[in-house]
């Protein structure tokens, strides 16, 4: 398949309910409003195919980035290419989808994660907190877990709001994994209060770190 029939099969898919749901959330008029289940529908059809990943990349269409994302072989990327790649995002979407199907499959990913956590660039954050909370779950050797509860503690309340979403994120899975340190990860969630009012649909578990904290260890149990 080639790229002009894929955008023409993605305009085929827009919805324009979609396309006005994106832009509140702030992408811009280069997309189509494609439904995430179409995209993935798609995918399917055209499989893994990393040099058709990068030209729908370039496009910088919302929904060419998001195919594109289930198209890559990370195993391809050099440091300086995924680094390129995350901080030329600007939708979340996008960056979580980056992050989820590409970024933790990146061989080099721990080298990033450093470098990431001292970025100034929301989405290379993002995506460090991201890998971080990964690695609070899967691979928590070798890291400090005081200390990231420190910098949560400290630069959590006054952070950019999509950076602030993984720290949150990287606070609940510390609470959750590591009952020594559940009692001082609810403490900084419910100082620090953020989320605690967050419209939450029926069904689904408030992000507020305490609550979220509690939900999981009790679905553990």
């Not at 993935?40 to 893994?48: G, V």
């Amino acid at each position: 398949m080639t790229l002009k029939e894929i955008f023409s099969q993605l305009k085929a898919l827009g919805n324009d309910k979609m396309f006005v749901q994106n832009k509140k959330k702030g992408a811009s008029d280069n997309q189509f409003g494609v439904r995430l289940g179409d995209i993935r529908a798609l995918s399917k059809k055209i499989k893994t195919n990393h040099r058709l990943a990068l030209e729908l990349w370039e496009t910088e269409n919302v929904e060419a980035r998001l195919l594109a994302t289930l198209l890559i072989d990370a195993k391809l990327f050099s440091k300086n290419e995924m680094d390129k790649m995350v901080k030329s995002v600007t939708f979340v979407q996008v960056a979580d989808w980056l992050n989820a199907y590409v970024v933790k499959n990146f061989p080099n990913k721990e080298y990033l994660r450093i470098e990431w956590l001292k970025s100034n660039n929301s989405m290379a954050a993002r995506a460090g907190r991201n890998l971080t909370a990964q690695r609070v779950v899967k691979n928590p050797e070798g890291l400090d877990l005081q200390l990231l509860l420190d910098r949560i503690k400290s630069e959590m309340g006054n952070t950019h709001p999509l950076i602030q979403w993984t720290m949150n994120f990287v606070l609940a899975e510390i609470g959750i994994h590591n009952p020594n340190l559940r009692e001082r990860a609810n403490s900084i969630g419910d100082n620090l209060g953020i989320y605690k009012d967050y419209p939450v649909s029926k069904g689904c578990t408030s992000p507020f770190a305490p609550i979220w904290i509690e939900a999981m260890v009790s679905r553990r149990k």
